[in-house]
DNA sequence: GTCTATAGTAAGATAGAC
DNA sequence: GTCTATCTTACTATAGAC
């Protein structure tokens, strides 16, 4: 590979990079242009050398996560049948969600607001919801199909944990915001989610 | 009160009307103050002789939410005992809840837009979560000192019932995105809350 | 108080030298 | 490919006539 060519990964890379400090730093939204070029030691023109604009960058962040979070599933390998009625499941789904999103926050951070940017009506953060929990759904249909008696639609249920999951992902995470360290807190949103507040039957 | 009086308030109040569509239409953040007075229809220079930027209006339009979440709350009278582990008493308080934002719906989304433009970083939306969630807090802190086993730390469960619930507004109400009516999301709600995915130990 | 017209500002995006 | 300099656009906010 030709010098100019390493050259440019390095920018490229550079660039990505200082917009996931700035991304979890100010925001998704509130992030200029400028500001990643800024963080990154390069000059405003060179960002459009690279990327369109913020939403392209973003996309490939995303890729990014995929990647990753298909890595992670596969290495455990996740046959539909997880029933989400077990502790140990529940609660393995659940930290290796906690996980990924920690691992790339800057991105959960940017989806989320990207989301909500198009307000309410155009019901894009539902789609993004309905999405991302694909598979806590096909976990929870499986289990109806057994006869197991679900809280509601498997679909608004998940949508629900994955709402759970990642408002608090954004709020708690990066501002260290509680003080409680993450085993803690995926421990509590198992027991919360397995058995509500009412707690398992025997006290 | 003079003619000139009238006239202000009634275009003080288009202004709010006006804001509202467009918060549940656009978005918080994406709504520009020309589209507020446009949809009232009003010149621009006008939403400055009433309001100095989108934050106060935002500000009035809480204080109207406020007064009526407060009306409905010491309607029903509520006391600190109420026992979240019962479903008559949580479905209520979800119900009530939900009803609330559905009234107030882009108060909900401005507030929650406001508390992501300043990123995670900030804690924002972590002291919103916790502030909006004070009364379940209540709730729970009293069940522990009778001695119930909760699922964890009383802010963070109270955290996470508050995340649910408002990401699940944002999404659902005013797309109709599920297509099921209230009383059976809330139902739902109740029941993952109250016993989990597991549900109740009689089947 | 409300309007029209416009000044001011911030950020996205591009042109052209190196 | 990267830089500096600049154009463009969109919006906020104000000035001044009515």
Redesign the pocket.
């Given at each position: 590979m030709g010098v100019?060519k390493v050259?440019?990964a390095?920018?490229r890379a550079a660039l990505q990079e200082a917009a996931r400090e700035q991304f979890v730093q100010r925001g998704f939204l509130n992030t200029?242009?400028?500001d990643i070029t800024a963080a990154a030691?390069?000059?405003?023109?060179?960002f459009?050398?690279?990327f369109t604009?913020?939403d392209e960058l973003l996309k490939e962040l995303l890729t990014d996560m995929h990647a990753q979070a298909r890595e992670r599933i596969t290495a455990g390998d996740h046959p539909r049948e997880h029933d989400l009625t077990d502790r140990a499941h529940l609660h393995s789904h659940l930290g290796a969600a906690w996980h990924v999103m920690r691992a790339n926050l800057p991105v959960v951070v940017a989806l989320y607001e990207q989301a909500m940017a198009d307000g309410p009506r155009s019901g894009r953060l539902w789609q993004r919801l309905v999405e991302d929990t694909a598979m806590f759904r096909d976990h929870l249909e499986y289990l109806r199909e057994q006869g197991h008696r679900l809280p509601g639609d498997p679909v608004l249920v998940a949508a629900a944990m994955g709402g759970m999951l990642s408002t608090l992902a954004y709020a708690i995470m990066g501002s260290g915001a509680t003080g409680l360290p993450d085993d803690e807190i995926v421990d509590t949103l198992t027991s919360l989610l397995l058995h509500g507040l009412a707690g398992p039957a025997a006290k």
């Open positions: 100019r050259r440019a390095e920018t200029k242009i400028t030691g390069r000059a405003t023109g060179s459009y050398d690279h604009d913020k």
